[in-house]
């Protein structure tokens, strides 16, 4: 599985846009980019997934550069309740049944 | 909702005891997963299956053993737990065909002593 890059922690306040970037150079043709958010003392909930171009749900969006070596997750008008960790993950799909967590970005939003 | 439970949120067990932790999911999922989670260390994968009866070893298997008898249940076992198991364990399940969205439980924390 290709190894990903995402930043430790972030901070934001309430109603800003927050943009999580992750480096995935070694991403394969057949790869896939999903992410992950996980609330303290919960498992992960998945957030979104994507291969190219931009994916959006009612969470978030998915931006992907022609390249694929990165993506960022975009949290639109973020609130206290949007603090957690989030984690990209890389792998094909739906052919691999592993993921690889890395340890994420600490994302804190403040009032 | 897809719903994931597992035996217990906390567990206290001395070293050396056999310690049984269980995970029921709902939604008729093929793949079940168990990992651990850890403070600076993230989540590792300890064992997954793909079928009743099936079992395949994650990253970290060691210490460790699965069984999975039935499709919707999914048990992880320390044969004789030790101090460095004490973590916070975490069950998973997903689709054969979705395997990327996986679905987790509240986890268990658990404390050997």
């Known amino acids: 599985l290709a190894k990903t890059t995402q930043p430790i922690s972030m901070d934001s306040y309430e109603g800003q846009e927050v943009n999580i970037t992750c480096s995935h150079n070694?991403?394969?043709?057949?790869?896939?980019i999903t992410w992950y958010q996980q609330f303290p003392s919960q498992g992960p909930r998945f957030i979104i997934q994507g291969y190219k171009t931009k994916v959006t749900n009612e969470v978030a969006s998915l931006f992907i550069p022609a390249d694929r070596k990165s993506s960022t997750l975009s949290l639109p008008r973020v609130s206290l309740s949007d603090t957690a960790v989030y984690y990209c993950l890389v792998g094909d799909s739906p052919g691999y049944s592993t993921l690889t967590f890395g340890k994420g970005t600490m994302l804190l939003v403040s009032p | 909702d897809v719903k994931v439970t597992q035996s217990s949120r906390y567990l206290v067990k001395r070293t050396g005891e056999k310690v049984f932790l269980e995970c029921v999911q709902d939604m008729d999922h093929e793949n079940m997963f168990w990992y651990r989670q850890d403070p600076g260390l993230g989540l590792r994968l300890i064992y997954f299956?793909?079928?009743?009866?099936?079992?395949e070893k994650g990253d970290i298997p060691e210490g460790y053993s699965v069984s999975r008898e039935k499709k919707e249940r999914f048990s992880l076992i320390l044969e004789s737990a030790s101090t460095n198991q004490t973590s916070m364990y975490l069950c998973a399940s997903s689709k054969r065909q979705i395997s990327y969205e996986q679905y987790f439980g509240p986890g268990t924390r658990l404390t050997v002593t």
């Open positions: 070694n991403i394969a043709t057949n790869d896939y």
């Open positions: 299956s793909y079928d009743v009866k099936m079992k």
